[in-house]
């Protein structure tokens, strides 16, 4: 009668910031949208089903066993790595705690001096020598910090992440330092599965018209003509995509470097983290450390929260806020990079008019509003960057196309 | 130097936090985890410059040593590969395994070092590996500024 509150500690995965769902008490970690990714799973698992059940038999009896050996196999590591790419930390880089914040706040303003009343203040850019070569780091206004080189903010999952590729709906993650060499073995990998059981199928069907005739193997194996249509398709972008990534590892790139071209062009910088030489660049993308998580998902917080009697398990934790489409293109521009509207510019001229506070915010994780295409209203917003944000986003649009 | 903190218990339960120090990660040799030795000013007063540097550059060391591409990191890297990766369910990565001396000697320093002096180092990977997190505490004998922020630190148990 009397209901007795039990409370537990809350684990950190559930007061995180950031866009992303956790599964398995915080073991898991993906974007909100997953729809694309459970599509990904039904095509690999449904387009190799029907070779195990309708080519499989025939080519075991007639050929050999060790075909559908070799091609479970070669599924159960796509499958893992696939799942190892999804459900991974891509390397999120955790938020600045307010005193981190204020401090970095303190060095820009000393570094800016006073800025004149109705000038924008300078952007917030930091250049740091790396190999001999400038490059500068962006401020991110969500995460607070100085982003580390190679790092970007994914908009979609709203974090910013260690050497960021691409968000790629097709695993429902971004793809980044600690995930990266997981995708590109799922690509590879599936490039061969597919390639290898496009291949079985072709001779399979072959074999069985020369034994009884085209017509009748139409009639005794129909489940093969589909998987058959979603391999030619499918291999064509999955062998493209992997030639892609490959070429990206002997160069030391990531994909969103590419796409801005950042180390492209007589003008510009050359990529100060090549190895200039492609088998070193390889065994340092692909055979570098196993990068540990910097984000404690499973940590005990000082917070007790009570637990209602109906759920037992914690399987959907990150409150709905505002979002719940995205673009499933890779749009990792934040807020803080999106064009200046009139609207932004009016407000950080009141802003500059009238003092506003400074970042007294309560000692809690900053959780900035997330708006894409507005900015967050911080104390003092510098001129935002470049109109070239809008090409950029119709050329990841392009390439996700053409892939 | 102050030495009215007697040990590592009695800071973390202090109060009296004066300021934070933020060491800054070093990128001149590209994205490898390095932290920059230059000694900041706020701690000119309550620590021997030679000692602050010994702390970041035995650090940076164990970082180096953690994120070196070589023989050590192919093996593991194949071995793990051929498992599919299963077997870093059962066996911790060499970078964990740096990580956790590096967690043990940072407990060290803070303890015979930091400590006596009213300072605290935080453990960078509690801090996205992004910076060194130094706490500095005030003098308990000077009646000196009031705390800046009433901020419960930073340090959580993991």
Known sequence: ?403 | MATEFHNLQELRQSPSLATKVFIQRDYSEGTVCRFQTKFPSELASRIERTLFEDTVKTLNTYYAEAEKVGGQSYMEGCLACATAYFIFLCMETRYEKVLKKISGYIQEQNEKIYAPRGLLLTDPVERGMRVIEVSVFEDRGSSGSSPSSNVSSGISQR
């Open chain 1, 1 to 403: 009668m009397s209901a007795v509150m039990i409370t537990r500690k809350a684990r950190k995965w559930e007061k995180l910031p950031g866009k992303n769902t956790f599964c398995c008490d915080g073991r898991v970690m993906m974007a909100r949208q997953k729809g694309v990714f459970y599509l990904t799973v039904f095509l690999i698992v449904g387009t190799c089903s029907l070779f195990f059940a309708f080519e499989c038999p025939y080519l075991a009896i007639h050929l050999s066993p060790a075909i559908p050996v070799f091609a479970i196999v070669l599924f159960l590591f796509v499958m893992a790595m696939l799942l190892r790419t999804s459900f991974s930390d891509p390397g999120v880089l955790p938020r600045a705690l307010p005193e981190e914040a204020t401090f970095i706040e303190m060095e820009i303003e000393a570094a800016n001096g006073n800025v004149p009343a109705g000038q924008r203040p300078p952007p917030r850019i930091r250049n740091v020598q790396i190999n001999g070569q400038i490059v500068k780091l962006k401020y991110c206004y969500t995460c607070k910090i100085f982003r580390p080189p190679r790092a970007s903010h994914c908009s979609i999952c709203d974090n910013c992440v260690d050497r960021f590729d691409h968000h790629c709906p097709w695993v429902g993650n971004c793809v980044g330092k600690r995930n990266y060499r997981y995708f590109y073995l799922f690509t590879l990998s599936l490039s061969l599965l597919t390639i290898y059981i496009f291949t079985f199928g072709i001779v399979h069907v072959v074999m069985r018209s020369v034994d009884s005739g085209f017509v009748k193997t139409l009639q005794d194996t129909p489940g093969t003509y589909p998987f058959m249509l979603v391999c030619f398709f499918t291999l064509w972008s999955v062998v493209g995509l992997t030639g892609f990534h490959s070429y990206l590892i002997s160069l030391n790139q990531t994909t969103n470097e590419d796409i801005k071209g950042s180390w492209s062009g007589k003008n510009r910088v050359q990529n100060p983290y090549s190895h200039k030489n492609i088998i070193n660049n390889c065994c340092e993308v692909l055979c570098g450390p196993a990068y540990p998580s910097v984000l404690d998902r499973r940590g005990l917080t000082q917070d007790d929260l009570p637990v209602p009697a109906s759920t037992a398990t914690k399987s959907n934790p990150v409150p709905q806020t505002t979002r719940t489409t995205a673009p499933l293109i890779p749009n990792e521009h934040t807020p803080d990079d999106a064009k200046p509207s009139i609207a932004d510019l009016a407000i950080a001229h009141a802003e500059k008019i009238s003092p506003s506070p400074k970042e007294e915010k309560p000692p809690t994780p900053p959780k900035a509003p997330v708006i894409p295409k507005s900015p967050p209203t911080p104390t003092k917003v510098p001129p935002l960057a470049s109109p070239e944000t809008d090409v950029e986003a119709s050329i990841i649009i392009a390439k996700e196309k053409a892939l």
